[in-house]
């Protein structure tokens, strides 16, 4: 199975601060890299696909890059609504899988 | 609206099954493959299996083989996954979660269902 790894595991930040939150494939992925928002009380919805494809109603503070084994998820300016876990998970080999999360923390 | 309503909490004993359900509404159902992903503390989110609602065609990550199994009933598009032998190693928190299958993605989920196994 493709490994997922994600940093940081926890990430403080401030109203307004620009984060990035990385995640690294123990092998190339060909772009098949897709960013989840999880809130505290379980919702899950996405956020980016194929890397950089904005999910429909999404916020445009979202962006997602990378290529081969590097992707990363970018939010411009954080608002109150942000903070929450975050997965990155990969769909280029079978069984698709995800990285360990980052809990994004009000500073 | 694409909506999945999933069924409600679950105790169980070690040892029963249990079915746990997945109800989809606002749009085709057998249009898109449905996952189902399994959330524990310890071992974050993992991929159980995948199902194709108009054919029942499935498959399963060699971890969850024997332990889950996945059907359909497309008369109510509710998609069903069954846990069985369970041990405390199955509580958890299980989703279901629509397949993009354009752009290979979870594009809608579920609001999750704990199941508990306890005695």
């Known amino acids: 199975d493709i490994q997922m790894t994600q940093s940081p595991s926890s990430l403080p930040a401030s109203l307004g601060e620009r984060v990035t939150i990385s995640c690294r494939a123990s092998q190339g992925i060909s772009n098949n890299l897709n960013w989840y928002q999880q809130k505290p009380d379980g919702t899950i919805k996405p956020l980016i696909y194929?890397?950089?494809n904005l999910q429909s109603g999404v916020p445009s503070r979202f962006s997602g890059s990378g290529s081969g084994t590097d992707y990363s998820l970018t939010i411009s300016s954080l608002e109150p609504e942000d903070f929450a876990m975050y997965y990155c998970?990969?769909?280029?080999?079978?069984?698709?899988?995800f990285g360990g999360g980052t809990k994004l923390e009000l500073k | 609206q694409v909506q999945l309503q999933q069924s409600g909490a679950e105790l169980v004993k070690p040892g029963t099954s249990v079915k746990l359900s997945c109800k989809a509404s606002g749009y085709t159902f057998t249009s898109n493959h449905m996952n189902w992903i399994k959330q524990t503390t310890g071992q974050g989110l993992e991929w159980i299996g995948i199902i194709n609602p108009g054919s029942g065609g499935t498959s399963y990550n060699v971890k969850f083989k024997g332990k889950a199994t996945l059907t359909v009933d497309k008369s109510s598009s509710t998609a069903f996954m069954q846990l069985s032998s369970l041990t405390p190693e199955d509580s958890a928190v299980y989703y279901c979660a629509r397949y993009d299958g354009t752009y290979y993605y979870f594009d809608y989920w579920g609001q999750g269902v704990m199941v508990t196994v306890s005695s």
């Open positions: 998970q990969q769909d280029a080999s079978f069984p698709p899988t």
């Open positions: 194929y890397t950089s």
